[in-house]
Nanobody, 123 residues
């Protein structure tokens, strides 16, 4: 199983990025998908999750209205559209897959993790 995250980069505050996570070795439809991030010197933080069908999502308060998680099961891919980025969003972003049907914010509930993609927002 492999989750390949991409789309990170350097962007100015107020800008946008779209992260992608392509899964191989598993059928994405059977997994709840989540995005997490980890800033330097800080603990890993839950960002967003989406259920198997894509009709239910869950976000931390600090990204609500700015970030949108979505998925394309036919392409085995999950996305994180990030708008109105701030320097506080700077982190390595990880995608993760959970074999549970619930939208967990706890990293321990996720079974597979991607390698991470760096997002840097300059002020």
């Amino acid at each position: 199983v492999q989750l390949q995250a991409s789309g990170g980069g350097l962007v100015q505050a107020g800008g946008s990025l779209r992260l992608s996570c392509v899964a191989s070795g598993l059928t994405l439809y059977y997994y709840v998908m989540g995005w997490f991030r980890q800033a330097p010197g800080k603990e890993r933080q839950f960002v967003a999750a989406i259920n198997r069908s894509g009709y239910s999502t869950y976000y931390i308060d600090s990204v609500k209205g700015r970030f949108t998680i979505s998925r394309d099961n036919a392409k085995n891919t999950v996305y994180l559209q990030m708008n109105s980025l701030t320097p506080e969003d700077t982190a390595v972003y990880y995608c993760a897959a959970s074999n549970d049907y619930r939208l967990w914010s706890e990293g321990a509930k996720y079974d597979y993790w991607g390698q991470g993609t760096q997002v840097t927002v300059s002020s």
